[in-house]
């Protein structure tokens, strides 16, 4: 008996076509968002000028850090140096840390300079260079930290769960900093105010 041809069936058809429009708007959706990051007003702004191996950065990250150092690397790999040039701090804390492991890997050396300025969040994403330095004058403020964390918000030192405070003394031990540091941190200055350390205390703990 003749075997007949093959065919598909009109709805099997729509269904493989519907799943490769499918895997075609994914791939497209994952190039976009490779190349582009969310970029809120004021967030922060990484510039580099031609042919150097220095990036400038600038500004509040507000949860787009990593997409953006990622996005410098695949853009930039001759970039050797990060010179903080004011960066007040960070409303999303995850994103910031995984933005510091990933400046860490990229083997980066971190720079304030003399007119600069970190805080908070900021001073977490210095630490991630292999080599750190603050130029004479370079401002290093640090305080408790709050964040909203699974519809309750947290402030240090009286609130926060010892599980959270692990996962900072765990990021400094990686990085080569006194886990010791986070105590200094929540304890220099209320989340609302601001301290900014000496270069005796940025000695003392390792920053620079």
Known sequence: MARRPFA???FEFLILAGLGLAAVYGLVSWTQQRSQ????????????????DVAYLRGTMMGEA?????????????????VLTDIPG???LVDTQAA???LRAQGWNTLVPG??????????????????????????????????WQGAVYSSPDDIPARLERVYRDIYRDLGV???????????????????MSRAEMRRWGLI
């Not at 990593?66 to 990060?82: F, G, Q």
């Not at 600069?116 to 640090?142: D, K, Y």
């Open 115 to 148: 007119n600069g300025r970190i805080a908070s969040g900021g001073v977490m994403l210095f630490l991630g260079g292999v080599g750190r330095t603050v130029e004479p004058g370079g401002q290093v403020g640090v305080h408790a930290w709050s964040q909203t």
């Open 37 to 52: 990051c969310e970029a809120p007003l004021d967030s922060l702004m990484i510039a580099v000028p031609d042919g150097s």
């Open 66 to 82: 990593n997409c953006k150092l990622r996005r410098l690397a695949r853009a930039y790999p001759s970039v050797r140096t990060l």
């Open 100 to 102: 510091t492991r990933f």
């Open 8 to 10: 598909f069936r009109p």
């Open 178 to 196: 006194d886990p010791g540091f986070y105590d200094f941190q929540v304890e220099a200055a209320p989340s609302e105010d601001i301290y900014w």
């Open 90 to 92: 960070t409303f999303d």
